[in-house]
């Protein structure tokens, strides 16, 4: 990893010049695998969930993290005109085309470095007024996101001075409490955790009066029909920022998760042996973009606020890929 790791080092010295809080990458991208036990990965992801298969021109990396997606798997078949097994259905298709009818089903998929040069990690638009800059420090950040992503730009900024309150639904609590313990209390030590009622606006709207910072992982979509809107957010006082992290950026609806967004951006392993590629890493793209997050935050806050701040965490992992070399980027 130390070609993409120059990369990510870079981000994490502007973290720490803005924030004052020094980024241990090591920790901060390899921990949970260590408490989670998980060996190395080749084609199957480390967690298990996401396996890359070959397409008749390249790779595809499906992503069956959940329930539902399992439960797709009939229907992607059918939809690739393929029956039996799924590396059988996809070795026949072109990349592109098996992730995309995966996709239309709502199974996280990505062809191997499809999104290398589409847009930049982050982009930012001011819809609210500015305020005098200002760090971290003393500021109210309230952390909608689930995960890893989102929790890890949210710790960054709680270790710069922020007070962070967690938000979760009452009934769709943050997955990652279904993995390690010690990993979930590494994310979020002291912050301080609410449970919300999701389809009372009243009570979303309530939750990020007082806030300076708000981060979050939906599609824009959902969050306005619960009552929330960055527009509404920014220009209540100077200086907010609201920050966005999704898998392609706000005007793509389609689902990642953190190994299949490492897939489309090219930030993958290749093995000596030139089998082919191999994951790198757990769920790379998570970490990766919870430290671009937390700099594009902290950059916001320095030039005054009022951002809506959209980080893609496939451009996220395409900007460390191509920065190391010898990758789809």
Partial sequence: MAGPLRRLRAVARDVTALTGVPVD????LFLRARLAGF??????????????????????????ARPADHASVPALLNLLGGAGELTDAIAARPAAEAAGRAQLLGVPAAALGSECNRRPPVRRERLGPAS????PAGIRV??????????????????GGAEVVKVESATRPDGA????????RHLHRGH??????????????????DADVVI??????ALRRAGLDAGWFLAGRPGRVWMSITGYGRADDRIAFGDDAAVAGGLVAWPPDGAGPAFLGDALADPVTGVYAARAAARSLRDGGGHLVDVAMAACAADVAGAGGGSPC
């Fill in 142 to 159: 309230v952390d909608f996101s689930a995960l890893w992503a989102g929790p890890l730009c949210a710790r960054l900024l709680g270790l």
């Fill in 25 to 28: 990458l090591g920790t901060e």
């Fill in 192 to 209: 301080r955790g609410v449970v919300l009622d999701f389809t009372d606006p009243a009570a979303l709207r309530s939750a990020v009066a």
């Fill in 132 to 135: 005098e800059p200002r760090t």
């Fill in 177 to 184: 409490r279904r993995g390690s313990p010690a990993f979930y």
């Fill in 39 to 64: 060996a190395s990965s080749g084609r199957t992801s480390a967690g298990g969930s996401c396996r890359m298969l070959r397409a008749a021109d390249g790779w595809v990396a499906v992503n069956l």
């Fill in 216 to 221: 979050e992982a939906s599609r824009p979509r």
